[in-house]
């Protein structure tokens, strides 16, 4: 675990890089701490949300929300080199939701897992890239709006592009 320099000269412990680099650089430890708990609470609320859902229920909101979420991930992801499968894993998790979308809002809950976990590495990947995020965050925002308003389409989703080395 990092520590930090508080004013007084005690180190205290960062609980995360984010903490150090990213979202929480202003705030206090325990601000920090409390935010990034309620974002979990969140995301937890949400996961739970899409593994509960009837299987063809429409769900315009719930999709909004995936898509600001997932979105934001999906193109931090693009931008920076990320762990294993998740840049293309986003990607596919974001196109899922648009296809919903596009299907008159219609919830696929075969996707619940997988979008579930989705949004925990979006989450993750915002907290530790908050610079990142934000410069990303007004087109997930304009996507969300289109998937709750039903005019999103098919093609608002670029297939991501795959250094060569990555499939071999």
């Keep these: 675990m990092a520590k930090a320099t508080t004013k007084s000269g005690q180190r205290q412990p960062t609980h995360s890089r984010a903490m150090k680099n990213g979202i929480y650089r202003k705030a206090s430890p325990i601000e920090a701490l409390m935010v990034r708990q309620s974002m979990q609470a969140d995301v937890v609320n949400l996961g739970l949300h899409c593994m509960m859902t009837d299987h063809g229920s429409e769900q315009p909101e719930m999709l909004a929300s995936l898509a600001y979420l997932i979105g934001i991930g999906a193109e931090i992801a693009r931008a920076i080199p990320v762990a ?85």
């Design 84 to 168: 294993g499968n998740n840049r293309p894993g986003l990607h596919q998790a974001l196109a899922a939701v648009v296809d919903m979308a596009v299907d008159g809002h219609r919830w696929d809950s075969s996707w619940g897992a997988q979008l579930s976990h989705a949004v925990e590495i979006s989450i993750d990947l915002f907290c530790s890239y908050r610079n990142l995020g934000r410069r990303f965050e007004p087109g997930a925002r304009l996507l969300s709006h289109e998937v709750k308003a039903g005019t999103v389409g098919t093609d608002a989703i670029r297939p991501v592009e795959l250094p060569s080395e990555a499939l071999q």
